[in-house]
T-cell receptor, first 111, second 115 residues
Framework: DAKTTQPTSMDCAEGRAANLPCNHSTISGNEYVYWYRQIHSQGPQYIIHGLKNNETNEMASLIITEDRKSSTLILPHATLRDTAVYYCIVSRSSGTYKYIFGTGTRLKVLA | GAGVSQSPSNKVTEKGKDVELRCDPISGHTALYWYRQRLGQGLEFLIYFQGNSAPDKSGLPSDRFSAERTGESVSTLTIQRTQQEDSAVYLC?????????????FGDGTRLSIL
């Protein structure tokens, strides 16, 4: 079973920030949080990942709570092209490193 | 640079036939993964390669499924005697190192339809 829970769906107005939450209350100390998104008929696209500290790149920001039991992916200025299913995954830093996907959050950006 | 490449992009075959799906990982990536995605669902892990070895085959659903990797590069997923429940998108991913925090990079998959 997936170690993360996410809302099934969210809407966001174009140009506004999209904040996508993820709960991972059973995360272990050596597990990273990864975010991917999947646009119809494409493979998952890597967005960002982190361990403890907040992270930012050209696509998004990742905010991880101090107890690491939850995180939020922030798309600062959502566009119509950001409409996708967003997956939050926790994965160990040793062993198989396989991803266990949940059902993700279907984000719809509205014009 | 080139990403993960999968072929064919689409495959339609009759029940009972064998199929081979190919994955070309990003050059230099030592880890390679196969996943399956049924319609409307998340991805299911199938098998993991480190180099040419497969230390984790726990996700293969039956002995009709097998995979190999050669030259620490190309991988082939083979499904024998296909069944209708095998219809899905088969996705391949690669990453640059066994350990640490290197993310997996995915191809666009092979959409397999069993008639």
């Amino acid at each position: 079973d997936a170690k993360t829970t996410q809302p099934t769906s969210m809407d966001c107005a174009e140009g506004r920030a999209a904040n996508l939450p993820c709960n991972h209350s059973t995360i272990s100390g050596n597990e990273y949080v990864y975010w991917y998104r999947q646009i119809h008929s494409q493979g998952p696209q890597y967005i960002i990942h982190g361990l403890k500290n907040n992270e930012t790149n050209e696509m998004a920001s990742l905010i991880i709570t101090e107890d690491r039991k939850s995180s939020t992916l922030i798309l600062p200025h959502a566009t119509l092209r950001d409409t996708a299913v967003y997956y939050c995954i926790v994965s160990r830093s040793s062993g198989t490193y396989k991803y266990i996907f949940g059902t993700g959050t279907r984000l719809k950006v509205l014009a | 640079g080139a990403g993960v490449s999968q072929s064919p992009s689409n495959k339609v075959t009759e029940k009972g036939k064998d199929v081979e799906l190919r994955c070309d990982p990003i050059s230099g990536h030592t880890a390679l993964y196969w996943y399956r995605q049924r319609l409307g669902q998340g991805l299911e892990f199938l098998i993991y390669f480190q180099g040419n070895s497969a230390p984790d085959k726990s996700g293969l659903p039956s002995d009709r499924f097998s995979a190999e990797r050669t030259g620490e590069s190309v991988s082939t997923l083979t499904i024998q005697r296909t069944q209708q429940e095998d219809s899905a998108v088969y996705l391949c991913a690669s990453s640059s190192a066994q350990g640490g925090n290197q993310p997996q990079h995915f191809g666009d998959g092979t959409r397999l339809s069993i008639l």
